[in-house]
């Protein structure tokens, strides 16, 4: 027996093997495998026999393969992939283009599903680039399935198919059958959503929502199944969020006045004017800080627009009123970055600067410290404040009570310090307010002025060698570049597409193009240490070129870095894009960003084009939503959010009806009634991290 809790290996068939793979996929209990939902759908209602095909139809047939081969048309520089399949009637040709890993995929032998436009070619009818289920590859472990269980497979693949994330060895229809075998013989499924929400808002249960998800029988039950799903877990971000600012609302603060003439003496003594949003931004968190209730407010601002200065503005009221101040990085380098532009902005205040990490500690006391800048080494239980009023932490806002609570002398002290977060991923406001419900939000829109633009190119592959040399006489001035590439070592995704990838990308420009030259390498696998350490040569000098994959740090400051290399710039968003070229053109040298693709697609050109345009980043952002989508903009790991719920987060409309649910939630109901909310609360607070 399993219920909706269960771990997964209690359903029956699943052995080491699939336990492993379903690992992959995060489906660890029973409850995994039904949130486990299908991206996209594959309509295999017309099902016919071969014989029965007409030309220009979309059909579905059942065959076998019995034979499938691939050749290269060096002409048109094309793959093609051809197979030939059979079933009681006639045999049929497949054709696919530019999809030569289908040979490992498809083989002879193998029963299959295949659903596409019906073609007439030279040889007879075919099938061109169809969509293809194979039925006879299942990781059954010790389940045999017999020849019967095959041809009776179109039984399974009836109607509108759910298609899911799936991992090497762990198919779709596999899924479907262990969803469908869960869904017929689980009792009970928990529904934290209070039913007058649901009947308020027409809602359909949630034992019938996942039914239509998975096993839909049109396109309205998949809609009505998707609002229920996405709608819950929205709901769920909304009741956290408000639950948040309540009880922060709830919690006291020390009171810091604003003290304007020490404020407009500092600004005065800045080396640059402030921009309008800055001044904006700094009015803000100046009235919030004057409070008796906790601020609890994010400064967004684009790559270069200044934060870090309206940080220091509240740090210096703050100080100025003998309250202590701390300013939390998420690594050492960052830190260190910190300390010495906050040391140089305070230069000649009558201010104790202090910078505490793994590796560098205090001199003095920390009681002795106005401003103590450091890491996540700052939050550790030997580590206490004496009066901390104000907490700043860059590039990771999910920093509750209870951690503020735990960085105050004595955690039983009645007040909390001020929180100001701080993110250089600009996103729309909108989407902003939804995702940061329970923060004040800054926006910071403006660059400061002398910013000089960085010139961004799309390079063609017969310019490469010119983008060589540019970089080449880049170093010999004295500056450095970065390439970055997407992914880390060969795979066969990586070969099939052509994208570069950091490992190969490295050996490649330092034994043949730079040989000369010193290259470091950077990459999500490396330790904490590693990265830190390569990132600390490249910021001394000590590298001429730094490759990278996508874990090269938000926020790193190399002035002396001009040159922004993107290797499969089609393989990122506009954002990320933006982002990594936000890593040059930190200082008074002219700065280039040279984009390179494998990709010649009218979307790929289209969306380079953009960024080659723009350097607005909240455009960019509000674009990067618009063709990819909230879930993609994020990306799945990074939120913690389904990606149903990611997908519906730009429905204005849905979201407009999950506030008034949140308001109807809190008029009439309190979260400790209802224990089943109240649970899964606990479990979306472990899993959230917009940071």
């Not at 040889?123 to 020849?147: H, K, Q």
């Not at 450095?480 to 050996?507: D, G, H, R, W």
Request: charged content about 25%; overall charge positive.
């Amino acid at each position: 027996m399993f219920d909706y809790s269960s771990p997964i290996n209690t359903l029956s068939g699943i052995g080491p093997k699939v336990l492993e793979k379903l690992t992959k996929l995060k489906i660890k209990k029973v409850s995994d495998l039904l949130l486990h939902l299908p991206f996209r759908y594959e309509d295999f209602s017309n099902i016919k026999n071969i014989a029965d095909l007409v030309v220009g139809e979309k059909a579905t047939i059942t065959a076998k393969i019995l034979n499938i081969g691939q050749k290269r048309v060096w002409r048109r520089n094309m793959t093609i992939t051809e197979a030939l399949l059979e079933d009681e009637t006639a045999p049929i040709m497949s054709v696919w283009f530019n999809q030569p890993y289908l040979t490992n995929t498809l083989k002879k032998g193998l029963w299959v599903n295949i659903s596409g436009k019906i073609s007439l070619g030279k040889r007879g009818l075919y099938f061109s680039n169809p969509a293809f289920e194979v039925l006879g590859e299942e990781p059954y472990d010790e389940e045999i399935p017999t020849s019967q269980t095959l041809r009776g497979a179109r039984l399974h693949t009836a109607g509108l198919i759910a298609i899911y994330p799936e991992t090497a060895g762990l198919t779709s229809r596999y899924l479907r059958l262990k969803i469908k075998a869960v869904l017929d013989n689980l009792i009970k499924i928990p529904d934290f959503l209070p039913s007058y929400i649901s009947k308020e808002f027409n809602l359909i249960a949630i034992r019938q929502a996942l039914q239509q998800i998975h096993f839909p029988k049109n396109q309205a039950e998949i809609n009505n199944a998707q609002k229920r799903l996405a709608f819950q877990d929205i709901f769920l971000l909304q009741i956290y969020s408000r639950n948040e600012k309540e009880k922060i609302k709830s919690k006291l603060a020390s009171s810091i006045p604003t003290n304007l003439p020490l404020i407009k003496k500092f600004i005065t003594s800045l080396p640059f004017q402030l921009t309008n949003s800055q001044k904006l931004a700094s009015w803000q968190i100046l009235k919030d800080i004057e409070k008796i209730t906790p601020m609890n407010r994010i400064l967004v601002g684009d790559v270069g627009s200044g934060k870090t200065v309206v940080a220091a503005i509240a740090a210096l009221n703050t100080a100025n009123q003998k309250q202590q101040v701390a300013f939390l990085a998420p690594t050492e380098i960052l830190a260190s970055q910190h300390f010495k532009t906050l040391t140089n902005l305070f230069k000649g205040w009558p201010f104790k600067i202090g910078l505490l990490t793994a590796s560098h500690k205090l001199k003095s006391g920390l009681d002795k410290i106005d401003i103590a800048v450091g890491t996540h080494a700052l939050i550790q239980k030997n580590v206490k404040f004496k009066n901390l009023a104000l907490v700043v932490v860059d590039e990771q806002h999910r920093f509750g009570v209870d951690q503020r609570a735990s960085l105050l002398k004595d955690p039983k002290h009645s007040a909390v310090p001020h929180l100001l977060s701080m993110s250089a991923t600009p996103i729309p406001r909108t989407l902003a307010l939804t995702i940061y419900g329970d923060l004040d939000l800054s926006l910071l829109k403006e660059l400061p002025k002398g910013r000089k633009k960085i010139i961004t190119k799309s390079v063609s592959p017969s310019n490469r060698d010119k983008a060589y040399q540019f970089i080449e006489n880049q170093i010999k001035l004295g500056h450095q570049a970065f390439v970055i590439c997407p992914l880390i070592e060969e795979s066969e995704a990586a070969i099939m597409s052509e994208v570069k990838n950091a490992t190969a990308e490295y050996e490649k420009l330092s034994k043949n193009i730079f040989p000369h030259l010193k290259i470091g390498l950077l990459h999500g696998r490396l330790k904490a240490q590693e990265k830190e350490q390569i990132m600390l040569d490249f910021k001394n000098k000590k590298t001429n070129i730094l490759v990278s994959t996508s874990v090269v740090e938000v926020g790193v400051d190399i002035p002396n870095a001009t040159v922004m290399m993107i290797e499969g710039a089609d393989r990122f968003g506009l954002s990320q894009l933006h982002q990594f070229r936000g890593r040059v053109g930190r200082a008074e040298h002219q700065s280039y960003c040279f984009l390179f693709t494998e990709s010649y697609t009218k979307n790929t050109a289209e969306r380079l084009r953009i960024l080659v345009e723009s350097e607005d980043g909240f455009k960019l952002a509000e674009k990067d939503l618009e063709i990819r989508g909230p879930g993609q903009f994020f990306g799945r790991e990074q939120s913690g959010l389904p990606d149903l719920a990611m997908a519906s987060l730009k429905d204005t409309g849905l979201i407009e009806e999950v506030q008034q649910a949140v308001n109807l939630f809190f008029e009439k109901d309190k979260i400790e009634n209802n224990p089943l909310l109240s649970a899964r609360l606990s479990e979306f607070k472990e899993s959230i991290h917009w940071e």
